[in-house]
């Protein structure tokens, strides 16, 4: 019998979620399930046991018991329901919106700041002026 363990403190570990299971018979497996990106458990795990008797001793005996200050919600596990499959990287949606500058050329300037300026001898337009107001004995 598979045996879903939720609210559980997030540092169970494997055996310990084991040696409390195996007081009502044989443990088959313990998974903790975990965040895939930070690696963290999630706060719940299954449990299997050998028989389906030792699974109701088992949530009997441990549903609504205190570990670690959080009380424990145990009872059988659901079948896992068919779900479309994951896209890598998630869903971004459709195309479109702004994407931002670029050199697009024409007359009215976008792309990299510095390729503006190499038109300029790597100067900006507003030095070239201030140089030409210092030239000029008033």
Do not use: H
């Not at 299997?48 to 009380?71: F, K, V």
Request: aromatic share 8%; net charge neutral; charged share 35%.
């Amino acid at each position: 019998m598979k045996i879903y363990v939720g609210n559980l403190p997030y540092s169970t570990r494997d055996d310990e979620l084991e040696s409390m299971f195996s007081a009502y018979g044989n443990v088959v497996s313990v998974t903790i399930v975990m965040d895939r990106d930070s690696g963290r458990s999630r706060g719940f795990a299954f449990v299997e046991m050998e028989s389906d008797s030792e699974g109701q001793a088992a949530i009997d005996g441990l549903n609504d018991s205190d570990m670690g200050g959080r009380t424990l919600k145990v009872n059988e596990a659901r079948p896992r329901t068919e779900r479309p499959p994951r896209r890598e990287g998630g869903y971004r949606g459709g195309g479109g919106g702004y994407r931002g500058g670029g050199d697009r050329g024409g007359d009215r300037g976008g792309g990299n700041r510095d390729s503006r300026r190499s038109n300029y001898g790597g100067q900006d337009r507003r030095s070239n002026y201030r140089d030409d107001d210092r030239s000029n004995d008033w």
